[in-house]
């Protein structure tokens, strides 16, 4: 039979008090006696004391009311609450690849429309659901240009900073060894703060400083990374970004993280993209060129190992396995975009832009040749160390205003081509990146965007707090740049 319920009322709560003072007194009387005992001085007693009993009671009650759970320790509210977000932010995603692949007119703007791709290899503890970056590499292109810019990035491990689960080393090292052999005992650089601000900065295409997350206008375009048959690539990029994240800010909150980096379904914008470009060889058909994501998944999936020439990794290229360097994941994806969507406008494809990438002679900047990279024997046994030129620095403009703000259903504002009509009804391009809101676009000449904000102008409001660590490399901020009081945290101390 259930215990009955404590019921917490007026009366209830002074008959307890009268209890435990007869208590105290060495009279004991059960509780089912005290309601007779009680009831005359209950009576009694005047209303604003009979108030007050009340009010004690009903907040005994209140803070009595314990959560639902569910089977794994999780409250049920919470994990409503996760659901919800992640249903939200999937529609945001899918309205914002609809809108950007919907302008017209759809011959100008697909070929020069600009993507930028991403894939980690991680330090993988899957029993704890632990993800970190130790390689990222992010690539921007398009179908008229192929690859435009390259960014590489090696990074070592610190279970302290990382804060990763108690004794990770071996199912981190067993994960390494059966997929990209970056282990935790690799020595690469583990200065997470300058990494973000990296990843950041090539995402904006300019260089980046701390006071960035005190901006609350910052708006970046989405990345892309594609599922595997296997893994759901798009959570794995996603919470070890996150992880990265929490390594570099105090304070860190997914929310202001998900404000800030936003990881898209690289197979959707696939299939969309190529249907879209397949309308403008085929205009007023209803047929679709890929029909399905799974369809798109499975093209992504497939090796094309012949594309690359030089991967650009020291460390993968040190051990033969061009195949596992997340360098050829994405230049992989750029091949296969290409060569289902170029045909249907016109473009030829280009050696080193859209297929045999050789990724040293590129115009972009391969991150990182570092000096003595030191390989464990856990990840290979055959090689010796040896020592590697060191890494040539990522080019960076100085920002430019930020457009826009963050809105639940974010609008593609980034990195596309302006387009004119002139009286002939010829298409003039503009050389600027700026862009119009794709609402306004429809079937009608577009003009460049002229709203800006002043980034630099911080308000001492942000999303975290840049850690701060002790390095030669990164650039120190002057007083104009550090936040108030009422950034969200205080600079992290290596």
């Given amino acids: 039979m259930a215990p009955k319920k404590k019921v917490y009322n007026g009366y209830a709560l002074f008959m307890m008090e009268t209890r435990d003072k007869l208590l105290s007194q060495g009279v004991k009387v059960s509780m089912a006696d005290m309601a007779v005992h009680c009831k005359k001085d209950w009576e009694k007693m005047s209303d604003e004391m009979k108030e007050n009993y009340k009010a004690k009671g ?29 249903k939200s932010q999937a529609n945001a995603m899918y309205a914002y690849i609809d809108v950007l692949l919907d302008m017209q007119p759809a011959s100008h703007y697909l070929p020069k429309q600009k993507f930028i791709l991403i894939h980690i290899n991680p330090y993988t503890c899957e029993k704890e659901g632990f993800y970190f970056p130790a390689e990222i590499s992010m690539a921007e292109f398009s179908l008229e240009n192929g690859l435009i810019r390259m960014f590489h990035q090696l990074i070592g491990f610190d279970k302290v900073r990382t804060n ?28 997470y703060t300058e990494v973000l601000l990296k990843i950041i900065g090539f995402i904006m295409n300019k260089e980046v400083n701390a006071a960035i997350l005190s901006d609350l206008t910052l708006d970046m375009p989405p990345i892309y990374t594609a599922h595997t048959p296997i893994e759901n690539e798009l959570m794995i990029t996603s919470s070890s970004l996150f992880k990265l994240f929490e390594s570099a800010v105090r304070d860190a909150e997914r929310s202001d993280f998900n404000n800030i980096i936003r990881v898209y379904h690289l197979d959707k914008l696939f299939m969309k ?16 060129a890929l029909p399905s ?33 997340s360098n050829y994941f994405v230049c992989k994806w750029i091949n296969i975009l290409s060569a289902h969507c170029c045909r249907y406008v016109d473009i030829e494809l280009v050696s080193g832009r859209h297929y045999d990438f050789d990724l040293p002679k590129t115009d ?37 205003s930020l457009e826009g703000t963050s809105a639940n259903i974010p609008k593609p504002i980034w990195n596309r081509p302006v387009c004119k009509e002139n009286a002939n009804g010829k298409t003039i391009t503009n050389k600027e990146d700026n862009f119009p809101q794709p609402g306004e676009l429809k079937n009608a000449p577009v003009t ?22 002790n390095s030669d490399n990164q650039n120190q901020l002057n007083d104009n740049s550090k936040p108030t009081s009422k950034g969200r945290g205080i600079f992290r101390k290596k």
């Fill in 293 to 325: 994501v799974a369809m798109a998944t499975d093209s992504l999936s497939k090796d094309v190992v012949n594309t690359i020439k030089t991967i650009g990794c020291s460390f993968h290229e040190k051990l033969e396995l061009a195949h596992v360097c």
């Fill in 364 to 400: 972009c900047t391969v991150e990182e040749r570092f000096e003595k990279i030191n390989i464990s024997k856990f990840a290979v046994d055959n090689f010796d160390n040896k020592e590697i030129n060191e890494p040539e620095t990522l080019g960076a403009d100085s920002w430019p």
């Fill in 273 to 288: 993209l190529k249907n879209a470009c397949y309308k403008v060889k085929n205009p007023g058909t209803h047929d679709l």
């Fill in 58 to 86: 009903k907040q005994m009650k209140n803070n009595a009311k314990v959560g639902k759970y569910t089977s794994l320790g999780e409250k049920v509210e919470d994990v409503v609450k996760l659901s919800e977000d992640n």
């Fill in 164 to 191: 990763a689960p108690h004794a990770p080393t071996a199912d981190i090292n067993n994960h390494a060894a059966n997929n990209h052999k970056i282990d935790v005992f690799s020595m690469f650089p583990n200065n």
């Fill in 448 to 469: 460049a965007m002229t709203g800006m904000n002043s980034w630099w102008k911080i308000a001492g409001h942000g999303r975290g707090v840049i850690s701060q660590v």
